[in-house]
């Protein structure tokens, strides 16, 4: 990178039915490797106390509690304009035990 290129800032939006803590150690490690600077999980579910504890520990990430995740992704979307948007399956991130953890 040169002198006078500005980094593009990366964003990860997800979306899944409920949120555990296997999901919270898989997308918290993808973050750090992959250098993600902000990180929104949608779901329509609120996440255990548990998992909200957790997730206040991982200062990039932001949990988004609603049903129309298209409506949330263009607005996130729409407040970040020139960043990099990257979506993935975040029971991909939490590995085969994701599933046993919901």
Same mark, same amino acid.
């Given at each position: 990178?040169?002198?006078?290129?500005? %980094?593009?800032?990366?964003? *990860?939006?997800?979306? *899944?039915?409920?949120?555990?803590?296997?999901?919270?150690?898989?997308?918290?490690? #993808?973050?750090?490797?992959?250098?993600?600077?902000?990180?929104?999980?949608?779901?329509?579910?609120?996440? +255990?106390?548990?998992?909200?504890? #957790?997730? @206040?520990?991982?200062?990039?990430?932001?949990?988004?509690?609603?049903? +129309?995740?298209?409506?949330?992704? @263009? @607005?996130?979307?729409?407040? +970040? %304009?020139?960043?990099?948007?990257?979506?993935?399956? %975040? #029971? +991909?991130?939490?590995?085969?035990?994701?599933? *046993?953890?919901?």
């Amino acid at each position: 990178m040169t002198k006078n290129q500005i %980094p593009v800032k990366q964003i *990860l939006i997800s979306q *899944l039915n409920r949120i555990g803590i296997v999901h919270l150690h898989g997308i918290e490690k #993808y973050l750090i490797r992959n250098d993600i600077q902000r990180c929104f999980l949608i779901t329509s579910i609120t996440p +255990h106390e548990n998992v909200l504890e #957790y997730a @206040k520990k991982i200062p990039s990430l932001e949990i988004v509690v609603s049903s +129309h995740f298209q409506k949330e992704k @263009k @607005k996130i979307e729409e407040e +970040h %304009p020139k960043a990099k948007i990257i979506s993935i399956d %975040p #029971y +991909h991130l939490a590995g085969r035990d994701g599933a *046993l953890d919901a």
